[in-house]
């Protein structure tokens, strides 16, 4: 089955500075790569996802990256601010039984 | 929009006790999952559905039951709480398109067993 590993586990950054997670999966069929922000208390909600056919999307502060023949994808989140203050999950999905596996979160401290 | 909802969000029950936590979405969604969190392990898969009377195992299926015989409820029963069930569960939703597979999540259930 697919493995999807998450780094760092936890990241501190200066507000105004960018913030970088990176992931790696094993199954070379997934082509689907959400991102997750979890709030304190809340489920995870979507923030930006991108498909194995595009290198790389812009969402205002926040992109995402994929190598697919690396098998790595990475979150980029500039001009941090408190509210993104956060734990963010990486995730990769087959078509076939639309199965999400995570990792293991990042939480991401923004201090002021 | 309601979205989805679970029920109960907060609940402490005793080992051995049956627990059902409830899970509804108003999208129509086909697909509907369990998901647990614990510290260290992140999100773990317990059973999911493709459809109504539709259901299969995820990752950490042992001491969960599952049904769906509605397309938009899912709930999940503990037959026989034990203390390592204690976590936050996680329901969610999904409707598998050429665009995307975003995945919808619930607030979640603090259950407790003690």
């Known amino acids: 089955g697919e493995n999807v590993e998450q780094h760092p586990s936890t990241l501190s950054v200066q507000e105004g500075d960018s913030a970088v997670i990176k992931c790696t999966y094993s199954?070379?069929?997934?082509?689907?790569f959400p991102w997750y922000k979890q709030e304190l208390g809340k489920g995870p909600q979507l923030i930006i996802d991108?498909?194995?056919?595009?290198g790389e999307k812009k969402d205002q502060r926040i992109a995402v990256t994929l190598n697919k023949t690396a098998k790595h994808f990475s979150l980029h989140i500039t001009e941090t601010q408190p509210e993104d203050s956060a734990v963010y999950f990486c995730?990769?999905?087959?078509?076939?039984?639309?199965?999400?596996?995570f990792g293991g979160g990042t939480r991401l401290m923004v201090k002021p | 929009d309601a979205g989805i909802t679970q029920s109960p969000r907060y609940k402490i029950t005793e080992t051995g006790r049956q627990v059902t936590l409830m899970c509804h979405q108003t999208?129509?969604?086909?697909?509907m999952f369990w998901y647990r969190q614990d510290l260290g392990h992140g999100l773990r898969l317990i059973y999911y559905?493709?459809?109504?009377?539709?259901?299969d195992k995820g990752e950490v299926p042992d001491g969960y039951v599952v049904s769906r015989s509605k397309t938009e409820n899912f709930p999940l029963t503990l037959e026989s709480a034990t203390r390592s069930q204690t976590s936050v569960y996680f329901c969610?939703?999904?409707?598998?398109?050429?665009?995307?597979?975003?995945?919808?999540f619930g607030e979640g259930s603090w259950l407790t067993v003690v």
């Open positions: 991108i498909r194995s056919n595009v």
């Open positions: 199954d070379s069929a997934s082509n689907y």
């Open positions: 559905s493709a459809a109504a009377d539709i259901t």
């Open positions: 995730a990769a999905l087959r078509n076939a039984g639309n199965m999400l596996t």
């Open positions: 969610a939703s999904s409707e598998p398109r050429a665009s995307g597979n975003t995945i919808y």
């Open positions: 999208w129509s969604h086909s697909y």
